[in-house]
């Protein structure tokens, strides 16, 4: 799918909403109503490297498990998550969050999402309403952030970590 923007402005410092969307295991709270059943993929869920498994809730999505991870992060500028979904996870998915300074002290989100899916069925069912469903979605995600982080509502469920609670350490 050709790659597509959505823009938003937060009213909070570009440190602040950097620093959420680099803990991987926040994007539950916005993306839920799309995005569920979030399991993060390691312990460590806030930098380079912290990544989570979810369903896609969109239409003509057969194979609706994903995940992504974060591969790079420039302080409190840019953000790239990359991932798979689809059978097999053959689809390739980056999404890059680009942070500006906005208005009084606001922060400008840019959002650029794009999959690459590899085979002619992939492209037929991204192509019969997937596209449009992942820009609504993303839309909404992105107001639901605003909300978020300027009045603390809207609020969903952060992600556990895959596997459940981990065994206090021991000296043995």
Known sequence: MEPFTLEATVDRPRAVVFDYLADVANHPEFTDHFLKDWHM???ETYG???G???EADIPFARFAWGDYTLVEAEKD???VFAGRSGKFNRIRTVNVFDLRDGPGGATRVALTVETRPEL???RLLESLG???SLRRSWKKALKRLRLILEDDRSRGRRATIAGGPRKP???H
Do not use: I
């Open 120 to 122: 002619p069925t992939d």
């Open 77 to 79: 500028r840019h953000l």
């Open 169 to 171: 350490a021991t000296d």
């Open 130 to 132: 997937q596209k449009r």
């Open 48 to 50: 380079v490297g912290a």
């Open 52 to 54: 989570g498994r979810f």
């Open 41 to 43: 993929t390691r312990e």
